[in-house]
């Protein structure tokens, strides 16, 4: 039955089949596809054909309403389905979007009988001053009295509710305040100030032009009884503005900022406007929260002295781009035509180790409070630094027990190096460049090719790529080569020794870089590493910049490719003392003699270390032989072009540097010191080249 409920319009779709009955002398016009379910639910038995069309021939077809003295047309919509009811549906475009846009097509008005409350207006025949949700029983009863009810049925639908309020909602057409995204050329200026920002990630740009295309004029008023007023007089006939709104606009303002945002609302408009109150209306609309903040630059930024306009950066989540990136570029660009930010960072949302988002109901939410309470705010920085923002960023107990773990790496590793400086004065004790010893000087490059790498990590807002070259560093250049290969030179070379000194000077440089690269990230940490540190410094390392003193100078003797080369048959060369270890054959690695069978290449570079080899694998003998002399006794390795002899040493230990040494007991006076150590206690020390 085409029913219309307070002056909409009837309303089918064009393509479907509909069918005509005659019923007690009454025209009944039901969707084909439809026809029984809607007898049968009225109980109707006695029914007859009385024509047969699709809906297109009704359109335009003027139809007795209901129960008011007028005709309404039938019009037509596509999203009239045949899912349920009878096939036709009231249209009012002043309360529903699909039929908004309907009206829009035949030029009907969107007549809006509903006020703020809920209420029908005083002029709405038959139901004025009674809530919508409450008019249902008065209907029927009206719909009975002019004998045009069919049938009534109670169904229970899916019906809008407010998000916040979880209460049930009603579509209603309402005057507006708009920003006109074409007045002033505003859009186009807007998808140009998108050219000259960065977007990290970069499709953060993409994503941002795809929702300016189509952006349509944007609607900025709310009805609510919170938030920021739109302060304005409207006359209640003619709907202009007062005249002298902009005035007005200043003392309201000065007004809010002296009794807050309530003065608007609280005081009476002849307080306002004076004798005008009796032709305009005050506005009681608010603001669209995302104007609120999407006027920031101009609230924080341009007020504070400290800040700078337009901002470094602006950071949120991927949803920002419809909200407030999108907001605070529009009105930027109104008010200086120019863009509010240099940068826009955009990053995912934290889920659970099972991808889920995290939901109180569920109860899978990690509480950052109480990851700091038990673990420290430094571990849940580093989190956040090694996860990839760019996606959605994965956390749980397991994910954060393994940043505690990497933590106490970086952490040991800043001990470490600061153990070994107790003695060091960096005016006094540093080692030129040139006269630092091979090794130092390829770690002292290969501290200055990583800062550079770190440097551009942290410019391009990479943090998970400065943890994961900060953690690398840490466990395998330093933890797995170099602070084990200087040992020896720290603990069994005199004080001041050229080899002592040089690695306390590539220790020194490496601390004063490490500090500042984590600083960012473990904030605490590297505060407390920097007040140990010697030498001369600001009170903070939030007060530095990063490590300028770096050099890395020319490598002498060997080439960073020659020291790869050397660090890969190092770790072949452990991987045969552990198995060696294992199968009980030695026990540390000093207790081990090592003979190595190496190709034309590898030979030559090992021989530029000659006696010193034994320091870099850290056992007490290692002797080359070209790999022609390797037989079935030698062990292969995963290197190619070197093959292995290991064996117990047969030498006695020496108890001060642990070296197993034929030469231990040939000083009568040190009887348990091998000649080195006694050349580095009593004599005039050890000479080192290399390592």
Known sequence: MLVN????????????????????????IVASALVESVMARAQVEDFQVN??????????????????AKTVPVVLGDHVTTEAGTGAVHTAPGHGLDDYIVGQRYGLASYNPVDARGVFLPDTELLAGEHVSKVNEKIIEILKQHNNLLHVEKITHSYPHCWRHKTPIIFRATPQWFINMQQANLLNKA????????????????????????????????????????????????????????????????????????????????????????????????????????VTHACVLE????????????????????????????????????????????????????????????????????????????????WVAAADYRAEMTVSDEILTRMSDAYRRIRNTARFLLANLHDFDPEKNSVPHDDLLALDQFMLSQTVK???????????FEFHLVYQQVHNFCVNDLGGFYLDIIKDRQYTMQTNSVGRRSAQTVIFHIAESLVRWVAPILSFTAEEI????????????????????????????????????????????????????????????????????????????????????????????????PIQSADQ??????????????????????????HHCADLGMDS???????????????????????
């Open 450 to 460: 990583l800062q550079q790498s770190i440097q551009t990590a942290y410019d391009h």
């Open 530 to 625: 920097w007040q140990h540190l010697p030498g001369e410094r600001t009170d903070s390392i939030f007060l530095t910049t990063y490590y300028d003193a770096l050099s890395s100078g020319i490598e002498q003797s060997i080439t960073a490719e020659e020291w790869r080369k050397i660090i890969t048959a190092k770790i072949a060369v452990n991987k045969a003392l552990e198995s060696a270890r294992n199968a009980g054959s030695i026990g540390s690695s000093l207790a081990a003699d090592v003979v190595l069978f190496c190709d034309d290449e590898l030979l030559t570079i090992l021989q530029k270390i000659a006696d010193e080899l034994r320091f870099v694998l850290i056992t007490s003998t290692a002797t080359l032989q």
């Open 5 to 28: 409920i307070i002056g909409g319009h009837g309303g089918v779709s064009p393509g479907f089949k509909a069918t005509s009955y005659l019923i007690d002398n009454k025209l009944l």
């Open 191 to 294: 998808k140009t100030e998108v050219e000259k920002v960065q977007w990290v990630p970069k499709w953060g740009k993409a994503r941002i032009e795809s929702m300016l295309n189509d952006r349509p004029d944007w609607c900025i008023s709310r009805q609510r009884t919170w938030g920021v007023p739109i302060p304005l007089f409207v006359h209640t006939q003619t709907h202009e503005l007062h005249p002298n709104t902009q005035d007005l606009l200043e003392n309201i303002a000065t007004q809010v900022e002296k009794q807050g945002i309530d003065a608007w609302f609280d005081l009476d408009s002849r307080e306002w406007i004076g004798d005008d109150a009796d032709d305009y209306e005050k506005v009681t609309d608010t603001l669209d929260v995302w104007f609120d903040s999407g």
């Open 303 to 382: 007020k504070n002295p400290n800040l700078t306009l337009p901002a470094d950066l602006y950071l949120e989540g991927s949803d920002q781009h419809r909200g407030w990136f999108q907001s605070s570029l529009l009105t930027s660009v109104a008010m200086r035509e120019q863009a509010p930010y240099k940068t826009v960072l955009t990053h995912g949302f934290t889920v659970d180790a099972q991808g889920r988002k995290m939901s109180k109901s569920l109860g899978n939410v990690v509480a950052p409070q109480k990851v700091m309470k038990a673990l420290g705010a430094d571990i849940l920085r580093l």
């Open 51 to 68: 024509a047969t069309c699709v809906g297109s021939q009704l359109e335009n077809l003027e139809l007795t309403h209901p129960f008011y």
């Open 669 to 691: 006076e040190h009887p348990t010191l091998c000649l080195r150590c006694v050349s580095n206690i009593d004599g005039d020390g050890e000479i080192r080249k290399i390592v």
């Open 633 to 658: 006794t030698t062990l292969a390795t995963d290197m190619p072009g070197l093959q292995l002899l290991v064996s117990a040493s047969a030498a006695v230990k020496c108890e001060r540097c642990w």
